[in-house]
């Protein structure tokens, strides 16, 4: 389990003291600083993982000048999430703090347990945005395969086709968007496979150009400066196993042609050492790359795609399958409820509806974190169009909910259909058909207003 350090900052030290047994008592670590001076070496100085912000200082007690001007601080740089906390339950200054960055703010004297729930939650909504980042993703193991979900037709073609051909040795290569299941995939394979050695995944985009042949054959000590001693590469610890190349549209020329190789001839040596290793793994690959494009630019070698894609599957966006849109924010609500846990929400067929239209750019991966948000943060227990975080282009907006063939009206007539449409898809919930409509809630009550519709 993650042990999370909280640093508390406030000039007075009996707050500091409530403060750090509380997150003591509950297994986080605890820093203090009792000035803004204090607070800045400790962020420099150790690895944080949340702030709680005191916003006024002996000097200027009332205006929370000195808060917001830390907070103004830590703005662009790679800061943990501050809380900001106020003796003056100002509403104002609570604001201004948000805007200046702090994801959250409580007032003196606080309510324990509430401040612990608004703690773990933003340690972790950070968490996610950290694993949403594609260096991060490098370094996180994909989620187990065997809850891989197969639920739409296209899927379940593609599990036909994976598991006639997981039990050869055939080399396989995995092609498809970001965040469409190629390491879950390949796993799975793995796992379907006769070998019994390990699944060994490599994202050959993570490993810096000079150490990559380290990385994949190995060195004996003193091969070079840095080789204090032997160690195995990958093609050594996936023997008798799978090599998952993960990224292998960003191999560079010299980099193909040490791989090509080892792929033709089964052989290859650890820096520094003249005995020929033969390579016993099973390779699978995957790109999200236009490998024609890479290929007619010569960028990649033609003779190394050929000998990659015995088989070459592609993994289709979640756009392209909406049937499994249901079946996978179920399965990660279930499974971020779990995590967190508390209770698992309702996902509304408003949320469904404008889901089923969005073009999730960042496919299964981006489902999951959105679900993992909507469940640390929906607090009715439904999960509605407004807890969905959905990015959306205005062509999409308008793509997402074409005006069904009016016949000739006037504006005022459209105007009104079109609320009460929105109004009945979103359950009367105001704010969800807003979001629908692509206006402001202050807009969408206007009008609420004008037509004389009952929302209750
Ligand atoms: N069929 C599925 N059922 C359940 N979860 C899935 C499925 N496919 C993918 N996921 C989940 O979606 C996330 C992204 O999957 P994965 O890392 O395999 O994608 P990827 O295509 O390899 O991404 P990238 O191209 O960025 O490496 C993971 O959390 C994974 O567990």
């Not at 000590?221 to 204090?228: I, N, P, Y």
């Not at 080892?262 to 236009?290: K, M, Y």
């Not at 949320?351 to 969005?358: F, H, N, S």
């Not at 496919?363 to 948000?373: C, G, P």
């Amino acid at each position: 389990m993650t042990i999370h350090t909280v640093l508390i900052v406030d000039d007075k030290a009996d707050v500091r003291l409530s403060l750090k047994f509380l997150f003591k008592n509950n297994g986080f670590t605890v820093l203090e600083a009792s000035d803004l001076a204090k607070a800045h070496l400790q962020i420099q100085g150790n690895s944080i993982d949340l702030v709680l912000l005191d916003m006024n200082y002996e000097f200027d007690t009332t205006s929370g000048d000195e808060g917001l001007k830390f907070l103004k601080q830590m703005q662009g740089v790679s800061a943990p999430p501050i809380i900001a906390m106020t003796a003056w339950s100002s509403i104002n200054l609570a604001v201004e703090a948000m805007r200046f960055g702090a994801k959250d703010f409580f007032a003196k004297p606080w309510d324990n347990h509430a401040v612990l729930m608004m703690a773990k939650k933003h340690l972790a909504l950070a968490d996610i945005e950290r694993v949403s980042t594609p260096i991060n993703r490098a370094k996180v193991q994909s989620s187990s395969s065997a809850s891989l979900l197969w639920h739409s037709p296209a899927m379940q073609q593609l599990k036909r086709q994976i598991d006639r051909i997981a039990k050869t040795d055939a080399t396989v290569f995995l092609r498809g968007e970001n965040g469409t299941g190629k390491t879950c995939i390949a796993q799975y394979i793995h796992q379907q496979s006769l070998r019994s050695g390990a699944f060994v995944g490599v994202n050959v985009a993570a490993i810096p150009e000079n150490l990559f042949e380290s990385e994949l054959f190995g060195h004996k000590k003193g091969a070079f400066t840095d080789a204090k001693q032997d160690r195995e590469g990958r093609f050594t610890t996936a023997a008798a196993g799978t090599l998952f190349l993960d990224e292998i549209g960003t191999l560079t020329l010299g980099q193909q042609a040490k791989l090509l190789r080892v792929l033709e001839s089964h052989e290859f040596e650890r820096i520094g050492d003249n005995h020929t290793h033969i390579a016993d793994c099973r390779i699978l690959c995957a790109s999200n790359a236009d490998f024609e494009q890479l290929i007619a630019s010569a960028e990649f070698r033609t003779d190394l795609y050929f000998r990659l894609n015995t088989i070459e599957l592609e993994i289709p966006p979640l756009r392209e399958r909406i049937e499994d849109i249901t079946v996978l924010a179920e399965h990660f609500i279930a499974l971020h409820s779990k995590k967190y846990q508390l209770n698992p929400p309702t996902l509304t067929p408003a949320a469904l509806a404008v889901m089923q239209t969005y073009s999730w750019p960042g496919n299964i991966r981006e489902l999951s974190h959105m679900m993992a948000r909507a469940v640390l943060m929906t607090e009715n227990g439904n999960i509605g169009p407004s807890d969905l975080s959905l990015k959306r282009s205005h062509n999409e907006v308008e793509q997402a909910n074409p005006i069904p063939a009016l016949s000739l009206m006037t504006l005022e007539e459209a105007e009104l259909k079109l609320l009460k449409m929105a109004m009945a898809q979103c359950n009367n919930q105001v704010e969800d058909a807003a979001l629908l409509l692509g206006i402001s809630k202050s807009a969408i009550y206007r009008r609420l207003e004008k037509f004389n519709i009952k929302t209750k």
